[in-house]
């Protein structure tokens, strides 16, 4: 797995790319909770090359998004594939994380988002 | 087939690879390859992380028996025995992080059963009907 970050006019993007496991996901927390804890705006997390979440990854997910709350920093998730949505779902949720379907949506509405909304 | 590793995150990829070839191999789709792997993987995650503690350098076996019906996936490791009432699934309605890997588990596999009989350690037996092959619900 590899996690690599960049920004797009304020937006801090995380693209998270490969399998996240119990393994891999320390990584994906380190650079999402260093990102979220910096205060950006919005933050959002690229998943639409990563081909297999377990439960510490989706763990991770709502650990940046429970942190976003404390820092009053926008966030959400796009791209992603149809395994991952359905553990999302079936963890009910997929009702708490900001979901778009790519990139160019997400750019476009996160700034339009509650920042707060979730858990 | 029997496969054991050292409990290292890191090499828990290798479980997912042959149970997806396994599952490729008699037929299930992707979408329920991907399940299965993530079922099996969380049952040895859980072992990694609660039944060694995290400590590494430990093994855990997992077997993966091909029946005309279904798929059995025995895990087995040397740790502590696990309490079997504490093997529970998160409320549906429950919505926080973690408590995750077991729903999966008890979602993605059609049956699981703790084996408290077993020796030393403990034996987590989890079942897959295949294509096509489980029994109707009365």
């Known amino acids: 797995m590899t996690v690599q970050l960049r920004k797009i006019n304020g937006v801090s993007i995380i693209d998270c790319t490969g399998e996240v496991d119990l393994y891999s996901s320390t990584e994906l927390r380190e650079v999402l909770l260093k990102e979220v804890r910096s205060n950006p705006l919005s933050v959002l997390v690229n998943m639409s090359e990563v081909s297999y979440i377990d439960s510490s990854g989706i763990a991770t997910l709502v650990e940046g998004l429970q942190l976003s709350r404390q820092t009053k920093t926008r966030f959400g998730l796009f791209g992603l594939r149809s395994n991952a949505r359905s553990v999302l779902e079936l963890a009910r949720l997929n009702k708490v994380f900001h979901l778009f379907p790519n990139e160019q949506e997400a750019l476009e509405k996160i700034s339009s988002t509650e920042p707060f909304a979730g858990l | ?138």
């Open chain 2, 1 to 138: 087939m029997k496969i054991a590793i050292s409990s290292e995150p890191k090499l828990l990829h290798i479980l997912r690879g042959v149970i997806r070839w396994q599952a490729r191999e008699l037929g299930f789709s992707e979408a329920d390859t991907d399940c299965l792997a993530l079922a099996i993987d969380e049952a040895a995650s859980n072992v990694i992380r609660h039944t060694y503690g995290g400590r590494p350098g430990i093994m855990l076996s997992l077997e993966i028996a091909v029946y005309a019906d279904r798929l059995e996936f025995i895990l087995e490791d040397s740790g502590p025995k696990v309490k079997a009432e504490s093997i529970r699934p998160r409320s549906f309605d429950d919505v926080r992080p973690g408590g995750l890997g077991t729903l999966f588990i008890q979602t993605y596999t059609d049956t699981s059963c703790y084996d408290a009989s077993y020796g030393e350690g403990n034996r987590l037996k989890l079942v897959k009907f295949l294509p096509g092959k489980a029994p109707e619900r009365k």
